[in-house]
């Protein structure tokens, strides 16, 4: 079968992989019906170094199963099934807190020897706790919305959550990435009537008004904080969705959150330091986020995605074969795409 492998920064391949093939009883095989480019798939292909050697890439799939292993229940060859960015058991005392992404018996795809979601099947380990089966056919039109599910949509989503955002919250989101329009998304789902959304590109800020934002802000650094604490009688928002990662960003999300509020960030921080200084301390500001457990989140938001209260879909704003993902990568790096929709 055919799948991407990154060799380098700026260096993707399309390549003959060999066929996956059942390893574990816990195992399933899944041919990849859609699969998608993800923004922090950009940090390797921006830094990676060159090596010689490929390494599959990709993390979000939704797919048809081919075949399971004998320890794998509930699901059949012929399912429909979405898989979230990390693989879990859905078993073991973090599962269960919610937090598969710290599963006992779980891992990342691409790593260690695990299928990546950019190519034509997956071995899916641990496929009765991964897999979420779709009660839709394979040329449903919400396909796009449902591979969402894998990855971004419950990312903009887990950063709402922890954030604590509801009807009553005020909600400024960073970045007017697919991540940061996820994030307005999922807070106007949680209630919040007022989303301010920072973002400098404005047909991306157009889809974040379509999904509630109520302010943009095109505006960066101190006059950004400047336009947001107009926009509040000078206090900033209860809640801030940082959803880039850079340390401008995070500096701006603590300008920005009103005294006593919470600071959430999902972007995958690219500095080591969180500059939470002595004045964030004496403004009792909160700081949370992380790695978001896509799998909690499914079964919640899957409802909402099937009967179209929601288009999560929407990101997707260029559909690219296999063959075509070099230029997907591209596209999405020179910010020509927003998130990039892959059909193998
Ligand atoms: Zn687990």
Redesign the pocket.
Known sequence: MRATLIYGAGDVRIEDVPDPVLREPTDALVRVVRSCICGSDLWPYGSRPATGAGDRIGHEFLGVVEEVGRDVSGLAAGDLVVAPFVW?????D??REGL?TS????GMWARDGIDGGQGEAVRVPQAQ?TLVKLPVAEDSALLPSLLALSDVFPTGHHCAVTAGVHPRTTVTVIGDGAVGLSAVLAAKRLGAERIILMGRHKDRTDLGREFGATDVVAERGAEGVERVRELTGGDGTHTVLECVGLKPAIETAFAVVRDGGTVSRVGAPQYPDVPADFGVFLRNITLTGGVAPARAYIDELLPDVLEGRVEPGKVFDRTVTLDQVPDGYRAMAGRSALKVLIRP
């Open positions: 879990a058991d859905n078993t073991c973090f599962c598969q599963c006992r018996h779980g706790g």
